[in-house]
């Protein structure tokens, strides 16, 4: 037996013999049954080399023989080989290594591993100790019990026609308990017949980008993975200030927008709900221009000092496109959203709507639906305000204690709070974060290319992300990044 | 009490009191504490046009003396509205319906309800009773009590940062059982790191369609839906003829093709494998030409009469993208599939690929790696393929003695089958297919506009889709349906 075939893996792990036959040395490793194993180990040679192009094979019955296996499984493994393209038959010559699998290459010695099993735009590389970051739940709190308990209920009741092919606004039972919670908790005007799930806002975007014309105006701070989704998709976007109060909707009156993507529950990143008389002059802007409004409500439910401010959507159901998901609230890795469309834009957005694929998974939709209508997914929004509610009194907290001079806003509401920095420190501030190994967001990535206000230096803090015994670290290491007071 | 009001659906349900007070007639219905059912109908009474623009509300104090509830919960209330827009609250003038509220259209006497329900481009009228369209499995026979077993040790295993925001390629416990399942039963080269998950095979074409560049081959008899893909990403697609032994890939030899797309296990819809010495052809063009192979597996899994041809994908991993998913062989629902892609295009296509959406559910994930690797799928491939093995049976048996005239081909693998009909007749036998109530698809629609081959009259008939009571009946109609010979 060959030395180098001697010392493999695969030899070592062999269960049955190893056949020496016609220069054919073979090790019927691994799992499966003799004619699998043999093709296993034939492919393996031919691949690695050891079986060079042309290289003609024992005839089928000596390498039987050799191997103490029947004649007709070595005849079946070589006509498969052959209908598989490893090998040739040609009456006269025998059977014999493929030609022109001569050029494949000799196998490496070790497949290069690709790491990415962290997502990188998220994480950064593993000494960042401590994540910031805003946008994600926290991960420990998703109520594995829960969701178990609700999958095995929406298994028993869902009908067979639930695994077919299915409905691209996706399934009725879920659009049902959407439209049922929507209305009580955001004061949506839902019916299930003008809601598609998603799987998430963007994809929510994506859909409208392709069924609405014309420019799309956007707050001048705002999630740039937005923007970039628009760009991409040929849609020009204008940016609107935004101040205290929210977006500056009166910028919109002489704009050629044809819709506004906004967020008015709590303006994402600055963190302040849009104020009355705005959301009034919004609504008025979209009737007079016959615009859409796309409401991005993306943690309406997290609200702490008081009730959250219902849904714009309520005001104008005609012309207002309302977008939420379950990423804040219960998780990302979920990936179910929804749309609520007015009557005029579903069969737009359904034409748009890939028939068959970039669904949400039907067994997530029936187990959500569950979820919703049994009352898990408010007993989880009590719970996890419960917690956000006590870590950003402990950010605040600590700030005031720590960092009196920084200011802290947008804290009514949501996952993430503003810091706002002296002018020119957000760089450094970031830097500085970076090596105490924190991942945090600086303020100037949201803001839009062509804003024509001044920018502001800020960073934007996510409470939600860290593990309970993690989030104390990280806003130790947050205070030691920041500006020192000027004297 | 005014008449409109007191007939009104919401009166009968009142649980609350009804108020009169200053015109305002409020019955507080439904769920929720009283400042929540007093916002809903204060809502609704602006809504249906009840409460006009610019109407005075009473002093908070009057309405809660009405109502029999506190102050403060009215005061809230009527803050809340004004925050929210519907409501406008000036010193000196008191709280009235707000002005732009007026252009909200009356409340329509009922929404229309868009219905939906089944996909329509799969079911058609509900007048079709009987259903032999390919490409559904069963959607009977999904493992619905050890899918939930699944979920269970899934998420009793899963670590926390799966509930975050995850890797673009997929959750690393899937991408290790599918690599284990795809080298085991289909004899495919993978390893985890160069496999993404998609949501189906539609998905990987569309990562890849912006990936690769150049015109895309793929065979003259294809799903038209792939073809549509490509196209509306601005991918030109050029015909490859298709015979019994599958692709004509000598055609590939002048071809400006970058890329070619195959179905090499058994060729879509005509049903043949491609012939080892096609398999090896093509294997030689995409080297000496630099292009790539998309290997589409989409029910290799399903072969009745020996095992199945192993993928191409073996033959050169570098060169050769192999595509597969669940949604023949367990359900569509679910929504995932995968692609293992040469180590040269891992880079370029999570370049493509959305960072944060259009990801599969990781529950999904999760519990599919565990019904991989736990053997489950191996057990329900074994059961349906039972089923399909008798389904066939019975096709053919019954097209023998009742249509001996009609040929039938494509039966040794996958869920369907073509039946060859005389040239000229497949319209007339669609349309009688259809007053019987029969959806089945012809083969005309299959073809690549551009073909230069004759086309061919046929069937594709998918055995997969009817539960097990209805399979005979459809089968009937089919019988019924089809030309009578030649006499």
Redesign the interface.
Known sequence: MADSWANSEEAAGSEGGAAAGADLYLALAG??GR?TRL??AL?EAI?SGRLAPGTRLPPYRSLAADLGIARNTVAAAYA?L?????L?ARQGSGTRV????A???VERSA?????????P??LGPSRLRHDLQPS?PN??A?P??D??AS??RA??A?P??????????GR?ELRHAVAEYLS?AR?VRA?P??IVIT?????GL?LLADALDGPIAMEAYSLP?HRE?LRDKGVRTLPISVDTHGAVVDELRDSPARAVLLTPAHQYPTGG?LH?ER??AV??WI?STEAFLLEDDYDGEFRYDR?P??A?Q???P?RIVYLGSVSKSL??????GWMVLP?TL?DRV?AVK???????????EL?LADFLSGGAYDRHLRRTRITYRRRRALLVETLARRAPHIRVTGIAAGLHAVLELPTGTEESTLRAARRLGLAVDGLHRYRHPDATTPARDGLVIGYG?P?DHAFGPALEALCAALPQPDR
């Open positions: 799992g499966g004619r093709m296993s492919r691949r498969e052959v209908e598989e393209g490893w040739t493929a030609r022109r699998t050029a494949m290459p497949p290069t591993p690709i790491d990415r099993t962290a997502h735009a998220r994600s991960a420990a998703f594995r019990a969701w178990v999958t095995r298994m028993a869902a067979n026609d639930a695994f077919g092919v299915g409905d691209p606004r009725p009580r004061g019916d017949g003008r799987t998430g806002f963007a994809h994506h993975y989704l709900p009355p959301r009034v609504v008025d009737r009730e401010v219902g714009l309520g005001l104008d005609d998780s990302p890795a979920l990936r179910v009557d579903v359904l890939e028939d068959r694929e970039m669904w949400v998974s039907v067994i997530a187990t992300t593990a």
